[in-house]
């Protein structure tokens, strides 16, 4: 419960400077002022709340108006909850619950979005405000230099050039504009996102070189460079923000750019966690790889979020919902699929399924089988077989994957 002196507003411009100061203390960093004007472009002030104790602003967090593609290729709205953070001294008095609740009653009360996306900064917070786990995943991949493909793995004779970053971003906003609506996932992207996402001042860099750009006639990618001298030779890293690219033959040149770069010797991606480079390359155990959780998604309204992604089969269940934040959510609900529209109606029939919203968010992005949460005891099965169709339904025909952190 939050304590009863707190009090929560939406900020107003004028309260970037002290919003900038909370989030530097919140995640232990040193506030700077040119933070203040990519916070004013990159947050939408009448949708970040502020949350007060007396004239002191001691937490803060906002939401971005957003498209993410879904499981059937439908980019649809998503509330993106982004810049949460807690002043030192004033945790554990509700900041958070406070925050979060304002968030999502809100969201259901405007009728907005159906549903909410984030990254945690902590793996143990959002849980217990019904954010679901591990809805996409990431693949922290690194390879060898010069690593070689297998030989029926084309790449095309088109001409891969690396130019500035003036003339790389006109071409680059087309391009993800183009591909962001075939890939679960993924999200749209505005001026202010770009500036974000792509924050090249020095104090971006983490003692890594400026950003390069690579652009394919189909793609492009985008990397900094991590010095490394050996007395043996050249070893620099390459860090690689993202490759995008609209044929699997782009994609795979751009790989094979990056790899084949010299006085390199290694290449650091965070890429998805079904990326068929691993199937690309002839010997796999040269890359080393570990995964990693990335969005986490909560339902808001489940009779509107439901249906607006595509199912793989066809199925007839009452699913039991629990929701002690959202009580609007909680109950029995016919969930019915066919050929892959979702309808979601309540109902008193008895229930096929037992699950809380955490799980139901989980699987909404199709990169979690339902089976796999009912055998961490997370779902109940009252009729045999539903666990099973159900988890078949949800799955998606390739892993969600969020290639950036809001």
Request: charged share 25%; glycine share 8%.
């Amino acid at each position: 419960m939050a304590d009863s002196a707190l009090s929560i507003r939406t900020l107003t411009d004028d309260d970037f400077p002290a919003l900038g100061r909370v989030l530097a203390a919140a995640f232990q960093a040193d506030f700077r002022e040119d933070s203040v004007e990519r916070d004013r472009k990159f947050l939408e002030a009448d949708r970040s709340h502020g949350i007060f104790d007396g004239d002191e602003l001691v937490g803060c967090g906002g939401i971005l108006t957003r498209e993410i593609t879904l499981p059937g290729r439908l980019p649809t709205p998503t509330a993106a909850v982004t810049a949460v953070g807690v002043k030192p001294g004033h945790r554990r008095r509700g900041v958070a619950s406070l925050l979060m609740k304002t968030q999502l009653h809100g969201l259901h009360e405007e009728n907005r979005e159906a549903f909410a996306i984030l990254w945690a900064s902590e793996g143990s917070i959002y849980g217990r405000f019904g954010y679901g786990a591990l809805s996409s995943e990431m693949l922290m991949l690194d390879l060898p230099h010069r690593a070689p493909f297998h030989p029926w793995v084309r790449t095309g004779d088109a001409r891969i050039r690396e130019v500035t970053r003036e003339e790389a971003m006109p071409v680059m906003e087309e391009i993800h504009d183009r591909v962001r609506r075939t890939r679960t996932g993924w999200l749209n992207r505005v001026e202010g996102s770009w500036l974000f996402h792509l924050g090249d001042e020095e104090h971006d860099r983490d003692g890594l070189t400026a950003y390069r750009y690579a652009l394919h006639p189909q793609g492009y990618a985008v990397y900094r460079v991590k010095h490394d001298w050996q007395p043996r030779g050249p070893q620099n890293e390459l860090h690689v923000r993202e490759i995008v690219a609209e044929t699997d033959e782009a994609y795979a040149a751009l790989y094979r750019h990056l790899l084949d770069m010299d006085l390199a010797g290694e290449v650091k991606f965070f890429t998805s966690s079904d990326d068929p480079i691993l199937h690309m390359i002839t010997n796999p155990r040269q890359a080393s790889r570990a995964r990693a959780d990335a969005l986490w998604t909560r339902i808001v309204d489940i009779d509107r979020a439901l249906p607006q992604r595509r199912y793989l089969s066809d199925v007839d269940y009452v699913l039991d919902v629990t929701d002690d934040l959202c009580p609007w959510n909680s109950g029995s609900w016919r969930f019915t699929t066919k050929a892959g529209e979702a309808t979601v109606l309540r109902t008193t029939d008895s229930p096929d399924v037992s699950l809380d919203i955490a799980a139901l968010g989980s699987v909404f992005l199709g990169g979690v089988r339902l089976t796999v949460l009912a055998r961490a005891q997370r779902v109940r099965e009252h009729t045999p077989g539903a666990v099973d169709a159900l988890s078949a339904a949800f799955l998606g025909d390739r892993d969600p994957h969020c290639p950036e952190v809001f």
